[in-house]
């Protein structure tokens, strides 16, 4: 039984499509985040969500809305993207914002062609 | 500002021998570090973490960290590398204290295992 969850793992589509991303954690968390991981491996915070209200935002293009409908689920949609938004998304989870143990998804590999 | 350093984008051991992965923090207030591991194609698993007053941190799969405030470093060590250890490894910072979670990750150390 998956403890964070994302679909899907694969994702390949064409410059200017929408797409979105869905991610759940059974795990009773109380807040989420949203992670990308580029190229170069390097990860960088995009969003964070405490009990479904938005706490971190890290200057990301509006093109990426997230939306947290319960605190057990994070979706992330992407409008219009751009070669530069391929990546590898993960989403992760943690108890109590702020100790940074985080428990994470497996990864969404989008591709933007 | 909190950051992180690895040096090493690459290590590289012999099976059996000792692993050391640098990481050097920078933080204006004392921090949570951590270790995460990440196999190819999957998500990041925490190894160890440090949040309190013991500096010597113990982790699963026998690896071990030792936060030295002198030198800020949390260097992480393992005395007999394993061909399973191969793998990516990413040393992060939280705030102490902080409110929000947010992890600021290192540049991550590809640790390869020659038999």
């Known amino acids: 039984d998956t403890a964070v969850s994302q679909t899907p793992k694969y994702l390949v589509t064409q410059m200017g499509n929408d797409k979105s991303i869905k991610c759940e954690q059974n795990l009773g968390h109380d807040t989420m985040y949203w992670y990308k991981q580029d190229s170069k491996k390097f990860l960088k915070i995009m969003f964070s969500?405490?009990?479904?209200?938005?706490?971190i935002n890290e200057t990301v293009p509006n093109r990426f809305s997230p939306k947290s409908p319960d605190k057990a689920h994070l979706n992330l949609h992407i409008n219009s993207l751009e070669l530069g938004d391929s990546a590898v998304y993960f989403c992760?989870?943690?108890?109590?914002?702020?100790?940074?143990?985080?428990?994470f998804g497996e990864g969404s590999r989008l591709t933007v062609l | 500002a909190q950051s992180v350093t690895q040096l090493g984008s690459h290590v590289s051991v012999s099976e059996g021998a000792l692993v050391l992965l640098r990481c050097n923090y920078s933080s204006s207030v004392p921090p949570y570090l951590f270790w995460y591991v990440q196999y190819p194609n999957q998500g990041l698993q925490l190894l160890l973490k440090?949040?309190?007053?013991?500096?010597l941190v113990k982790g699963i799969n026998g690896f071990e960290a030792e936060f030295k405030k002198s030198e800020t470093s949390f260097h992480l060590t393992k005395p007999s590398a394993h061909m399973s250890d191969a793998a990516e490894y990413f040393c992060a910072v939280s705030l102490r204290g902080g409110n929000t979670g947010k992890l600021i990750f290192g540049q991550g150390t590809t640790l390869q295992v020659k038999p």
């Open positions: 969500y405490n009990n479904k209200e938005l706490i």
């Open positions: 992760a989870s943690s108890v109590v914002a702020g100790t940074g143990e985080l428990f």
């Open positions: 440090y949040t309190s007053a013991a500096t």
